[in-house]
């Protein structure tokens, strides 16, 4: 039987690049810590001559070249109306934020940090959340414009800004075959190459083996398929695929893919339900620092427990129910933000 949750000034010292014309249960450190270390195995170089350092991808915990990882991630306001979709290289991601926005739609906030695709989006406008969900990070932030209010909060983090309505440098274009607004797309590989002195972003999560929550002490419980409501028009659901060891996203109803023409999928699924502040009339504002009720899904599996924020620079925090900390599957995850009056079910 199906487990169901019911409904429970801008600062001009900030490192800007605005450019001018013109989205169960999982452990995350309180502050930036080290990726698990390596097995004897992992560690030991493959010859006796000038073998590349091995290190982990920050934001997905698999093995990588660390001179591979020495830039900064890269996180950008992807749009999901659905005259966006297909969107460019979300399965390259490396962590997506799914929010809830005005009328009832959703957007993302997609971070790339070990794979930087030549060009991602379509590129939309930031919301009164963004902020909190992209400081942990660091690095950049891309973003076609918004309510000066917005704008003016993003800009006031230490995020390198490149805002589409100022563009002066190139690093976006509208693409010819996609309907405006949705057309805005970024050189991401580039955007990442001029800021490359910028830290990597440190790491978020904890990572464990492909079967994280296996322990019985977490009391996971099989799952085959997560289905989510954040509103009448958006209820996105993942599907288990047990040969390919991922979740397979769909969209009311629909497979969901990107433009490469793969099924977006997950490593990991977080679903966190949260509070939305309605103090800007129209556009819902997520509610990102505090703490609610969190499901993890990895490995087959899910798992129950909380999370919580305490600053807008600090990750979220993923707690089992038992008090322990739970580490995520290596590789991608995407991390729901659904609210209060939505819901989650989780299907054996």
Request: glycine residues 8%.
């Amino acid at each position: 039987m199906a487990a169901q949750a019911e409904p429970a000034p801008l600062r001009r010292g900030a490192r800007i690049a605005v450019l001018v014309t013109a989205t169960l249960l999982l452990a995350a450190c309180q502050s930036p810590r080290p990726a698990p270390a390596p097995t004897e195995a992992e560690a030991r170089p493959s010859s006796d001559s000038a073998a590349a350092a091995v290190s982990f991808a920050p934001l997905r915990g698999t093995p990588a070249e660390e001179a591979a990882l020495a830039h900064p991630s890269l996180a950008v306001k992807v749009d999901n109306h659905e005259e966006a979709r297909p969107q460019i290289a979300l399965n390259r991601t490396d962590i997506v934020f799914e929010e809830l926005v005005e009328g009832g739609l959703t957007r993302y906030v997609a971070i790339w940090h070990s794979d930087v695709p030549d060009e991602v989006g379509p590129v939309r406008s930031i919301r009164p959340m963004d902020p909190d969900i992209a400081s942990p990070f660091g690095g950049i932030i891309a973003y076609s414009g918004g309510q000066d209010q917005f704008v003016a909060m993003m800009m006031a983090t230490p995020l390198v800004n490149l805002v589409f309505d100022y563009d002066e440098t190139g690093l976006f274009f509208r693409a010819d075959e996609r309907p405006g607004p949705h057309d805005v797309i970024l050189e991401s590989a580039e955007a990442v190459s001029r800021n490359a002195a910028l830290a990597p972003p440190p790491v978020q999560f904890a990572y464990g083996t492909a079967d994280p929550l296996a322990a019985p002490a977490l009391a996971a419980v099989p799952t085959s398929r997560v289905d989510l409501v954040f509103s009448e028009g958006r209820f996105p659901s993942w599907e288990w695929d047990a040969a390919a060891s991922v979740w397979l996203r769909s969209q009311e109803g629909s497979p969901d893919t990107e433009a490469s023409g793969e099924r977006v999928r997950a490593t990991n699924v977080v679903t966190v339900r949260v509070a939305i502040d309605w103090r800007y009339g129209e556009v819902p504002k997520t509610v990102m620092i505090g703490s609610g009720e969190a499901w993890v899904s990895a490995g087959g599996r899910t798992a129950h427990g909380t999370w919580t924020k305490d600053a807008s620079e600090s990750p979220i925090i993923l707690t089992a129910d038992d008090g322990s900390p739970l580490r995520l599957a290596p590789g991608n995850t995407w991390v729901e933000l659904v609210p209060g009056e939505g819901s989650a079910t989780f299907t054996p």
